[in-house]
């Protein structure tokens, strides 16, 4: 069992910046790759970005692509989206994700959630 609890949400205006984190508790963190996905009001859930096991071959999803980072430090269990030039289109619910997938993308096929975070980027 992994328990994934993520921070860093919040309001912040159109250009702005976040960094949202989460920490994993449980089972050995380094097994799995990681994700974020967001959820907007009646939107399927998305991924947004994800990374393996070693920190290696980061998948960008093609919106947020050249502003949003993602990495992650094994040694503190905790895997971080930065999020830069912040869209109004970018307001949602992010989640973390633990997946034994190579590189989580699918939402069908992840193994475990954090409750989300919300992220609201006023114009």
């Known amino acids: 069992q992994v328990q994934l609890v993520e921070s860093g949400g919040g309001l912040v205006q159109a250009g702005g910046s976040l960094r949202l984190s989460c920490a994993a508790s449980?089972?050995?963190?380094?097994?799995?790759?990681m994700g974020w996905f967001r959820q907007a009001p009646g939107k399927e859930r998305e991924s947004v970005a994800a990374?393996?096991?070693?920190?290696?071959?980061?998948y960008y999803a093609d919106s947020i692509k050249g502003r949003f980072t993602i990495s992650r430090d094994n040694a503190k269990n905790t895997v971080y989206l930065q999020m830069n030039s912040l869209k109004p289109e970018d307001t949602a619910v992010y989640y973390c994700?633990?997946?034994?997938?190579?590189?989580?993308?699918?939402?069908?096929?992840?193994?475990?959630w954090g409750q989300g975070t919300q992220v609201t980027v006023s114009s």
């Open positions: 449980g089972r050995s963190f380094n097994t799995y790759a």
């Open positions: 990374i393996n096991r070693r920190g290696g071959s980061p």
């Open positions: 994700a633990a997946s034994t997938d190579y590189t989580p993308v699918v939402v069908t096929r992840i193994n475990y």
